[in-house]
């Protein structure tokens, strides 16, 4: 039987103002964690949060994870952590999200001021962080106060889990996690994170994997000083010569990896896994509006959404120490250093993935039979991640979006890379969710990020049904 939410909902619509209210105070504090001058936004960003938790009765506690590494002049900003509720009859949800943002500036293109939450008359929200992740988390309060207010009970225990480095690495939070997952967190029953976007603008998706990221550079060095083409072009091995040979290795123009056993390393696609893809609300017209041309590689949605979640892909980033400014200069580069990626998908270990990397580009350099150096070294790497959405955490969600939105939701994976996911899986073995409450056009990290009203509202209703229907949901896988 679905829970009654009408009284909650009417609720979350008469403080709807207010709700916006807050979110516009939040966005007007510039808790930019790359920079140092904003690091007192950062902090002051996490204390209004406590703030706010508090004053709505919930257990506070901001920790400190001691100075940045390699900057030890700068203490990390802490990490906010909450309870509300404390009943041992009902399941405990952890909830994460972070209240740090990207860089923003006027003169880098906004039409409006980034830190002062401008609203257009078609209900879009501009602001940095707006989206990310600043209403998303914000959600979880406002549901918080809908329910005092409304006179609803609470349905779950709620714990959270709010970072303020995570646009900057999230440095400091892996060990954090690990360390409190037999501690604050330790009677969790399933996690939520709503850090992530709905694969269009009209439907809502609920994401169960994404792909890993492994991080190379091969460096190329020969000559002791940079070299002039018209007197040594000819004479001399060049290093950007056999750097671009091997890059041009790597990949090829359809996208298909050319390391060999890589794509053998690939989960095989299951019958009931294909099927997931048809009805997924997305079509190619989508994909060319995010391209801003038509340069799509797949002619189908299908085969383009699993290029895009479920097989690896490899990425050429750039070149170190290559001449990129205007102009022409003769110059032969001593040493050059190209940088790639791969995104790793089930079941591609990583110390497989890498045995084959190194492997493959030494053995091509040495088809070259040239005397440069060659040096390849992996940067970072990050693992894949894929949950069961069969799980009642899953199921929850489901009936949530349903009831909320009137339609079913996507199951999705996605291409990019969320590393706390996969950390919170680790250490609290429990189920991860991934319910996102922005849409694929809130331009994340880019000028003009905004949350349209509409999924703001919408959203903490959202997440408020989840928690009714995770209260409710038979235990499962």
Known sequence: MAPNLEPFFKQVDDLSESFIDRLRKAVAIPSVSASEEHRKDVFRMGQFLASELEALGAEVHQRPLGKQPGKEHLDLPPVVIARYGNDPNKRTILVYGHYDVQPALKEDGWATDPFQLTIDDKGRMFGRGSTDDKGPVLGWLNVIEAHKKAGVEFPVNLLCCFEGMEEYGSEGLDDFIES?????????????????????????????????????????????????????????????????????????????????????????????????????????????????????????????????????????????????????????????????????????????????????????????????????????????????????????????????????????????????TLTFEKATGKNVLLLPMGSSTDAAHSINEKLDRRNYIEGIKLLGAYLHYVAEEPQTE
């Open 180 to 420: 409190e997952a037999k501690n604050f967190f330790k009677d969790a029953d399933a996690v939520c994170i709503s850090d992530n976007y709905w694969l269009g603008t009209e439907k809502p998706c609920l994401t169960y994997g994404l792909r890993g990221c492994s991080y190379y550079s091969i460096t190329v060095s020969g000559p002791g000083q940079d070299l002039h083409s018209g007197v040594f072009g000819g004479s001399a091995h060049e290093p950007m010569t056999d750097l671009i040979t091997i890059m041009s290795k790597l990949v090829d123009e359809q996208g298909n990896i050319k390391i060999p056993g890589l794509m053998d390393l690939v989960a095989p696609l299951t019958e009931e896994e294909e099927k997931l893809y048809p009805s997924i609300s997305y079509s190619m017209k989508d994909l060319h509006d995010s391209l801003g041309s038509e340069t799509s590689i797949h002619p189908t949605k299908e085969r383009t959404l699993m290029a895009r979640w479920r097989y690896p892909s490899l990425s050429l980033h750039g070149i170190e120490g290559a001449f990129s400014a205007p102009g022409a200069k003769t110059v032969i580069p001593a040493k050059v250093i190209g940088k790639f990626s791969i995104r790793t998908v089930p079941n591609m270990e990583l110390d497989a993935v890498n045995k084959l990397v190194f492997d493959y580009i030494h053995s091509e350099f040495a088809k070259l039979k040239t005397k440069n150096k060659l040096e390849v070294k992996l940067l970072h790497e990050g693992k894949w991640w894929v949950a069961s959405p069969k799980h009642w955490n899953f199921s929850a969600a489901r009936k949530a979006v349903k009831q909320v939105f009137g339609v079913e939701p996507d199951m999705t994976r996605e291409g990019g890379s969320i590393p706390v």
